[in-house]
């Protein structure tokens, strides 16, 4: 690795912040201005060209997903190994901290890790066991409350409600509650692993100093997003010394209505001594026009600490907004473009849908189906949270511990094992009254209660876990999980189930061995990986696991998720009032300003070609909504506030015209791109909505939605 490859293309402001002496730095810079760029050339350069050990980097980001692209750029520019180095979220190197130091951090060595779900499960129960009704206490109130006290540092104990503030008291009982549940279940929520990893450094002196000797270079990238105990965090490891690269912009802060702290970026320049500020002022990502409708936007804006952005670009001509008749129609015209960009470019991945609430993939899914063209929806139903990965881990689960119920009772019910919900009542009565768990209630029921059949068919379900249980001592962890799954014959249920979903199903127990094999490649350096830490680990990494089988597919997802990625041809839809911004946000603001901070962040993922869509009506939840009205940011984008020149280059899309349905009749022969020629069997539907039956030589007969199919005809 030569310094030519680190610091060749790189401008003059980014240079300065990549070789800048040790000391603090804030990089402030807008969108596409090479700001994580800058933070993994900075890495390359102290590894490289200061003699800096890999082991003594951290470098911290907001989603899963960055963190995972921070690892991959990373590697690209070493030559060798960055395992030893920390890169990951907050959460991810708070688990990892806490996985090390279960003993200074007075948790049992196999904790759990609750997901927002199982935090919100349990605080339900914690309620019912107040006798707190959930109409007059929603569960999911609560656990914001809990989540933001806990993000501010804030334990139950040290707080106490206003006098007479009957729901504040209330408040507190059910976190004090609900926090013992946990501390008695070894249970982490997500919010508690920040806020358990700070006290643990902050309360043991001698590992703190351990952590503060070894980690001399803290980076830290999305800092506009970091709240108040993360922020304590990195100040608490830094320990005074000028040793942290953060690099953020204000503009794209868009976690507030999670406690993120804006603020920070102020507060980072006034707590640290000698903080050099250094500004990017240019734009590489995009066009002029997508970056003149983004700056524009957000002019709007007040609460802004203000900066510059130019690109060298000068293609004028490329934001382009459609109004749809209906949503059925924003879909359409989606899908049309797409076709039409992937015929030029065939790579699909660099094609982004975004939405303000992710309820709005569905539609598009189902269009994109349609014209069978393949796409990955990101934080739509989690990699974890599918029904047959949530099967596979109830099993990985039990072999792991016998006695978890939960998991029993689910394992016990699929595949059919002729273990019934009857069979599984009785076996619960029967574990209740001895005190036992559902296992140990399998040896002891006597047969007059479950007769025998049932019983055989229980002690046949636990003495399969129990030799897999041998059978995988000594085993890795993949191997673990790969012989697991295929004892547990769920692929075998689930490819018999022919419903359509078999082989994604399929591919996705296939995925979780792959899933298992990385997590022990990352996390190598930590003593031993076993199916219980990777088991913990499952519920942090949710978010975001990739099923390897659809790299080349249209990306569709929230606007949130969407941050710091980039995407040559981006869709933002529903760019409506009340969806978009969002009308929860309509009484505030701060509310109002952070929608607009999100549409900026959806505008700068644009490098080539922008679409913003919104429809006249739309169905929500079975309702239809008609008169719908186009987001404000619409007009917003168009001219900068206080100035009366338009931007010319904006234009709108006359109506996409549905393709001529009258020249294909049955019996006419038709081109299709893909399958070649074939015959017309039946024509059906009207519209946009019609389709051809179509016999192709090679492919068979197939019904294509006309619309996208581009049918050229032969005869
Ligand atoms: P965001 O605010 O969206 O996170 P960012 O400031 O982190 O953006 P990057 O993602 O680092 O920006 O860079 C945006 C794009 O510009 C990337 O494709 C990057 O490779 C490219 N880029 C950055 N700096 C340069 C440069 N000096 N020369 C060429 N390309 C560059
Ligand atoms: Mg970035």
Redesign the pocket.
């Known amino acids: 690795m030569n310094i030519d490859q680190i610091l060749g293309?790189?401008?003059k402001a980014?240079n300065q912040a990549v070789t800048a002496p040790l000391g603090n730095l804030l990089i402030l810079?807008?969108?596409?201005?090479?700001?994580?760029?800058?933070l993994v050339h900075r890495i390359a350069w102290l590894v490289t060209q200061q003699q800096v050990q890999p082991h003594s980097i951290m470098a911290v980001t907001f989603t899963n997903k960055a963190a995972r692209e921070l690892r991959e750029r990373l590697s690209a520019l070493l030559d060798y190994s960055i395992s030893d180095m920390w890169v990951g979220t907050f959460h991810g190197l708070a688990h990892k901290l806490l996985r090390i130091h279960w003993e200074q951090a007075k948790i049992p060595r196999d904790f759990q890790i609750l997901d927002a779900d199982d935090q919100l499960r349990l605080i339900k129960r914690v309620q019912l066991s107040l006798n707190l009704d959930p109409k007059a206490w929603p569960p999911r109130k609560t656990q914001w409350f809990i989540n933001h006290k806990k993000d501010e540092g804030q334990r139950p104990q040290y707080l106490s409600a206003p006098e007479g503030d009957r729901y504040h008291a209330t408040m507190l009982n059910i976190y004090q509650a609900y926090h013992d549940l946990c501390v008695s279940n070894g249970q982490l929520d997500f919010a508690e692993l920040l806020l358990l990893a700070h006290e643990t450094l902050r309360d043991n002196p001698p590992l703190l100093q351990h952590y503060q000797m070894r980690f001399k270079h803290l980076l830290v990238?999305?800092f506009q997003d970091t709240n108040t105990i993360q922020y304590a965090w990195l100040r608490l490891l830094a320990g005074g010394r000028e040793c942290i690269f953060a690099?953020g912009?204000d503009d794209?802060a868009i976690y507030g209505w999670r406690g993120a702290r804006v603020e920070n970026i102020q507060s980072l320049q006034n707590d640290l001594s000698n903080t050099q500020l250094i500004r990017?002022e240019?734009?590489?990502?995009s066009t002029k026009a997508i970056l003149e409708a983004a700056n524009s936007l957000i002019s709007y804006n007040n609460a802004r600490l203000g900066k510059t952005l130019w690109t060298a670009s000068t293609n004028e001509d490329s934001v382009e907004i459609y109004n749809a008749y209906n949503e059925l129609n924003e879909a359409e015209f989606v899908v049309k473009n797409i076709l039409d960009f992937s015929s030029k470019n065939p790579n699909l991945a660099n094609i982004a849908i975004l939405y303000r609430t992710s309820s709005q993939s569905q539609l598009f899914e189902e269009a994109l189906l349609q014209a069978q063209i393949p796409y990955r929806v990101y934080g739509g139903v989690k990699f974890f949270e599918r029904a047959e990965i949530k099967d596979a881990l109830a099993y990985l689960r039990l072999v792991a511990n016998p006695h978890d119920d939960i998991s029993f009772e689910r394992a016990a019910g699929i595949p059919p094992k002729g273990i019934g919900k009857r069979t599984i009542d009785l076996l619960k009565n029967h574990a209740m009254t001895e005190g036992s768990s559902l296992w140990q209630a399998v040896a002891t029921i006597p047969s007059d209660i479950l007769g025998k059949r049932a019983i055989n068919a229980l002690e046949t379900f636990t003495k399969m876990l129990e030799s897999l249980r041998n059978e995988t001592q000594g085993l890795e962890l993949f191997q673990t999980v790969a012989k697991i799954i295929e004892t547990s014959k769920l692929p075998d249920y689930y490819g018999s189930l022919k419903d359509g979903t078999e082989i994604d199903r399929q591919d996705n127990l296939a995925e979780l061995v792959n899933v298992s094999r990385r997590f022990a490649r990352e996390y190598g350096t930590v003593s031993e990986v076993n199916l219980d830490i990777f088991l913990a680990n499952s519920a942090l990494e949710a978010e975001d696991t990739a099923n390897p089988n659809t790299s080349n597919a249209v990306q569709l997802m929230t606007l949130h998720a969407a941050?710091?990625?980039?995407f040559p041809l981006v869709f933002i839809v529903g760019v409506e009032e009340g969806l978009f911004p969002h009308q929860m946000c309509f009484n505030s603001p701060n509310g109002i300003e952070e929608e607009r901070r999100l549409c900026y962040?959806g505008i700068?993922?644009a490098?080539q070609k922008l679409y913003l869509t919104h429809a006249k009506s739309r169905r929500i939840y079975g309702n239809e909504y008609s008169h719908i009205q186009p987001s404000r940011f619409i007009e917003e984008i168009k001219g900068v506030k206080g100035s009366k020149d338009a931007i010319p280059q904006f234009k709108h899309v006359p109506k996409y015209q549905d393709k001529n349905v009258s020249n294909l009749r049955i019996g006419r022969r038709v081109m299709h791109s893909k399958f070649g020629v074939g015959t017309i069997l039946n024509l059906e539907g009207q519209g946009s909505s019609a389709r051809a039956q179509v016999h192709f030589l090679r492919f068979g007969t197939k019904w294509l939605v006309i619309a996208y199919a581009n049918l050229e005809t032969l005869d």
Request: charged content about 30%.
């Open positions: 293309k790189l401008n980014q810079a807008g969108a596409g201005s090479g700001k994580t760029r800058v990238d999305e690099v912009d794209q990017l240019q734009n590489y990502r941050k710091g990625l980039e962040v700068t993922r490098m």
